[in-house]
T-cell receptor, first 112, second 113 residues
Framework: NAGVTQTPKFQVLKTGQSMTLQCAQD?????MYWYRQDPGMGLRLIYY???????DKGEVPNGYNVSRLNKREFSLRLESAAPSQTSVYFC???????????FGQGTRLTVV | KNQVEQSPQSLIILEGKNCTLQ??????????LRWYKQDTGRGPVSLTI?????NTKSNGRYTATLDADTKQSSLHITASQLSDSASYIC????????????FGTGTRLKVLA
């Protein structure tokens, strides 16, 4: 049982480049989340999807877009990367009626 | 403002010693509180959940407490092991139509041999 899988694990981008972070879960969870984790700060919510077909902005959505492709997959896109987006990105999922967030292993993104 | 504050920021202890991590929160409405363990380079993993009516809950060498009146929680680690070296994150959930998590900044624990 893989749980939540994120790809890639590491990525270096030049300022202005675009990329998509992929996330897939095999637990049949309804809700999926994208967070970023920066030194000295708690995880901050970028976007979330309460169910297939819906997405909503979180605390820090600027510069990002998301797609809930199907129930399993929730991708995060950076259209024009900026150095301020250097961070570790985590995808998480939660079952309907559940309380626990299950996290992927993270993507470490560096924008130079 | 919904906030979760943790202390200390970092902690170094010798293997075999006990330690206690603190979490204070101002989150309303409160649904539950979880402690997560995050190993370096990995995603957080849940250790224990506390609901409003629970005071103490143990998971092996980890014991969490919750005082809902003072809005404080603690995580006590007994007989620490090298594998306990990690960040410990306090997360408070609220469910007011939309389920939300509010994360603390974590306590970085290092256990030395």
């Amino acid at each position: 049982n893989a749980g939540v899988t994120q790809t890639p694990k590491f990525q270096v981008l030049k300022t202005g480049q675009s990329m998509t972070l992929q996330c897939a879960q095999d637990m049949n969870h309804n809700s999926m989340y994208w967070y970023r984790q920066d030194p000295g700060m708690g995880l901050r919510l970028i976007y979330y999807s309460a169910s297939e077909g819906t997405t909503d902005k979180g605390e820090v959505p600027n510069g990002y877009n998301v797609s809930r492709l199907n129930k399993r997959e929730f991708s995060l896109r950076l259209e024009s990367a900026a150095p301020s987006q250097t961070s570790v990105y985590f995808c998480a999922s939660r079952a309907r009626g559940g309380t626990e967030a299950f996290f992927g292993q993270g993507t470490r993104l560096t924008v130079v | 403002k919904n906030q979760v504050e943790q202390s200390p920021q970092s902690l170094i202890i010798l293997e075999g010693k006990n330690c206690t991590l603190q979490c204070n929160y101002t989150v309303s409405p409160f649904s539950n509180l979880r402690w997560y363990k995050q190993d370096t380079g990995r995603g957080p993993v849940s250790l224990t959940i506390m609901t409003f009516s629970e005071n103490t809950k143990s998971n092996g060498r980890y014991t969490a407490t919750l005082d809902a009146d003072t809005k404080q929680s603690s995580l006590h680690i007994t007989a620490s092991q090298l594998s306990d070296s990690a960040s410990y994150i306090c997360v408070v959930s609220q469910n007011s139509g939309t389920y939300k998590y509010i994360f603390g900044t974590g306590t970085r624990l290092k256990v030395l041999a």
